[in-house]
């Protein structure tokens, strides 16, 4: 799956919107915000397609850890 700046950006919007409805504790609100946008990057540089050449042909990437 190739990394989708569109995906991100619903889910930063997603994230934004629930934590606006956070009336109780706004630093919970900041964390959870915090931990979501946290996770979603991860998610698209994990699932991001990385193609290169070097002298001896392509280099395959097995894992982003």
């Known amino acids: 799956m190739p990394t ?3 995906r991100l950006e ?3 919007i997603q994230v934004m919107d629930e934590c606006g409805l956070e009336e109780s ?3 919970e609100s900041k964390t959870k915000f915090a931990k ?3 996770q ?3 998610f698209e540089i994990k ?3 990385i193609t290169a050449t070097t ?3 392509a280099v395959t990437i097995i ?3």
């Open 4 to 6: 989708s700046e569109e």
């Open 10 to 12: 619903n889910k930063i």
């Open 25 to 27: 504790s706004p630093e």
């Open 36 to 38: 979501a946008i946290a």
């Open 40 to 42: 979603a990057v991860i």
């Open 47 to 49: 699932n991001m397609t």
């Open 55 to 57: 002298p001896n042909g």
């Open 63 to 65: 894992s982003i850890i």
